[in-house]
């Protein structure tokens, strides 16, 4: 069965203070993907980064940092210098292939309440 | 471009009644899949449209029901509303055109929440 886990419900930081999102994956899939979803107090769920099973390779987009590791079957988020603007839920999602007319439902984690204090 | 489109955005119902619930997806996406979130948790799969064809159902009973219209865009219908339906509905489109669904990004909709009394 598929699963994610992200074990923060909530965390605290002052701006400019570096924080990290953990997340923890289960999956039987050697093909999967991996999502970072923003969810502001407005409600709608922004999409942030996907990767791929078979791409270790971490990411980094600005002040946003990704660490897939495969090992450990983690997917965690790194906000360098958080800002009062990243005040949100962030949810981390996994996702199987697809193929062969299967669904790639997205199977969401609980969510971490991020609160950068100014 | 425009990005998925909802409606309504809020909406109060009793207990018994039906609900419909509107999704558009981004101009050229193929698929639409619809998600349920209750406060405090993540959202949960609902069902998958690709093409105007079911292509999944998560674990809700039979008063929820969906289809996809010709030009892609979808209704989720829910009969007999419970108390515990009350929830934010989220709507996602996606492509559809990669070799693997799962490789599809799935963009969200603002929601509709609906509260049941």
């Known amino acids: 069965a598929q699963k994610v886990t992200q074990a923060q419900t909530e965390i605290s930081v002052v701006e400019k203070e570096d924080v990290t999102l953990d997340c923890v994956y289960e999956?039987?899939?050697?093909?999967?993907?991996l999502f970072w979803y923003k969810q502001p107090p407005s409600g709608e769920l922004v999409f942030l980064i996907r990767?791929?099973?078979?791409?270790?390779q971490n990411e980094i987009s600005g002040r946003y940092s990704w660490n897939f590791q495969k090992s450990t079957s983690s997917f965690n988020f790194t906000i360098t210098a958080s800002q009062v603007v990243d005040s949100a839920v962030y949810f981390c999602?996994?996702?199987?292939?697809?193929?062969?007319?299967?669904?790639?439902?997205?199977?969401f984690g609980t969510g971490t309440l991020l609160a950068v204090q100014p | 471009d425009a990005g998925v489109t909802q409606s309504p955005t809020h909406l109060i119902k009793t207990r018994g009644q039906h609900v419909t619930l509107r999704c558009s997806p981004i101009s050229g996406h193929k698929s639409v899949s619809w998600y349920q979130q209750v406060l405090g948790q993540g959202p949960q799969f609902i069902f998958q449209?690709?093409?105007?064809?079911?292509?999944g159902r998560g674990n809700f009973p039979d008063r929820f029901s969906a289809r996809q219209f010709p030009n892609y865009s979808s209704e989720l219908n829910v009969n007999a509303l419970l108390l515990g339906d009350s929830a934010l509905y989220l709507c996602?489109?996606?492509?559809?055109?990669?070799?693997?669904?799962?490789?599809?990004?799935?963009?969200f909709g603002p929601g509709t929440r609906l509260t049941v009394l």
């Open positions: 999956t039987r899939d050697t093909t999967y993907y």
């Open positions: 449209y690709y093409e105007k064809e079911e292509r």
């Open positions: 990767r791929n099973s078979f791409d270790e």
């Open positions: 996602a489109s996606r492509s559809g055109t990669s070799g693997s669904l799962g490789a599809d990004t799935q963009y």
């Open positions: 999602a996994l996702s199987e292939a697809g193929y062969g007319g299967a669904t790639n439902k997205l199977i």
